[in-house]
């Protein structure tokens, strides 16, 4: 639906990332082999973007340069005290050969907040994107074609400083690596089973919950264990202070359909992330004019409206896997299936649209894509 057919030009800001190839260059039928069949995060393209900060300098040595292994002294703050952000977006090739990513202004909006909550240092937003576009025009051969397909572009930033006393890092690294990603479920999309945590949370009143960062992932994963030991695929978090109100899961926000087609998501309350799919998802639901609300939504109501039908559909979202129908839901002293345990139809309906938007099938009437090559 895009018709610009000619390559662009690379941003000034992109350009400020001084390039140097790999010597080592993964050989075409490896990348090719590595395309064809990738397994999500295991695989990753030639090179990655870097930048490193400094209290005195601020922001400099902005590059491109071969993929390889970090050498981190062990008394590296990131190592001892988990300050570290991270992002996560997809660059699409369209079927005219141009390349595009989806609402990167937001990812790039989030990371400096998150900076901010970890007291990292804010990277500009347009160096953000300059370090996306500089990475992806040197590794486009990664992009994969096939069918919900993409490269998964994984920015981070860290306290770099060599230094173990406690207080905010005077030094910081931020890269981009990028990793080719087919289709989420490989087998087509299927509903996925979900276990209610109610003896763990995720983060508390104050805490990092809004902020994208990996101790947040550390806290959920035994928690996620529990799930997989319950025989459920994920986990989901409850509020801290209550035990009450759904929050969202490990990494994905999450949605209630109900039986009369309105939609609600949990609210902004602090402790969750907000998910750029889920804030697409809120306009595109409303474009349709269905009703739409974000509000506090109990664990009891979720149940009773399972019971009684008036909850119709589940989802999670976000970008990795663009929007999962949840057909299960569990915890200790309940286990509820949602609607007939099979993909709702809203859910595949704003699924179809939106990755149609992602994959340049559909118009971008609210201006989503960014194009990059
Ligand atoms: C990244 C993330 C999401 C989803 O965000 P998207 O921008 O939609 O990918 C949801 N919850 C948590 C905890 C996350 O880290």
Not at 80 to 91: D, M, N, V
Not at 135 to 153: C, K, M, N
Not at 316 to 327: F, Q, S, Y
Request: overall charge negative.
């Amino acid at each position: 639906m895009n018709d610009s057919t000619t390559p662009t030009q690379i941003s000034d800001l992109a350009a400020a990332y001084d390039v140097t190839l790999t010597d080592t260059p993964t050989p075409h039928d490896e990348r090719a082999a590595a395309l064809a069949a990738p397994r999500f995060g295991t695989v990753f393209s030639d090179h990655m973007a870097r930048a490193r900060w400094t209290a005195d300098g601020g922001w400099a040595e902005r590059r491109v340069e071969k993929y390889g292994p970090l050498q981190l002294d062990p008394a590296t703050a990131v190592l001892h005290y988990a300050q570290e952000i991270f992002e996560g977006l997809k660059a699409y090739q369209h079927a005219d050969g141009s390349v595009w990513t989806f609402r990167p202004e937001a990812n790039a909006e989030r990371f400096t907040a998150s900076a901010r909550r970890l007291a990292l240092p804010e990277l500009p937003v347009e160096d953000f994107l300059a370090s996306i576009e500089a990475l992806v025009r040197v590794d486009r051969e990664w992009i994969p074609t096939g069918e919900e397909a993409s490269l998964y572009l994984r920015p981070f930033m860290y306290a770099s400083e060599k230094f173990i006393g406690v207080r905010s890092t005077l030094e910081a690294e931020y890269l981009v690596i990028a990793s080719p990603v087919g289709p989420y479920f490989a087998k087509g999309v299927n509903p996925v089973s979900i276990w209610v945590s109610q003896n763990y949370h995720r983060v508390g009143a104050g805490g990092t919950g809004a902020a994208k960062c990996g101790g947040n992932y550390a806290a959920s994963l035994l928690p996620q264990q529990e799930a997989y030991a319950n025989g459920c695929d994920q986990v989901a978090f409850l509020d801290a202070a209550t035990n009450t109100t759904l929050e969202e899961l490990g990494g994905m926000n999450i949605f209630v359909v109900a039986a009369d087609g309105s939609v609600s998501t949990p609210s902004l309350t602090g402790s969750i992330l907000e998910g750029v799919t889920r804030r697409s998802i809120l306009q595109l639901v409303a474009d349709r004019g269905i009703e739409v609300s974000e509000r506090a939504i109990s664990l009891a109501e979720v149940q009773s409206g399972l019971r009684d039908g008036s909850i119709a559909e589940i989802f999670a979202c976000g970008t990795a896997a663009v929007l999962t129908p949840i057909g299960r839901l569990a915890g200790a002293d309940f286990d509820l299936t949602v609607g007939d345990g099979t993909s709702g139809a809203l859910t595949m309906s704003i699924r179809e649209e939106l990755t149609d938007i992602q994959n340049g099938r559909r118009p971008d009437r609210h201006g989503w894509m960014h194009r990059l090559v």
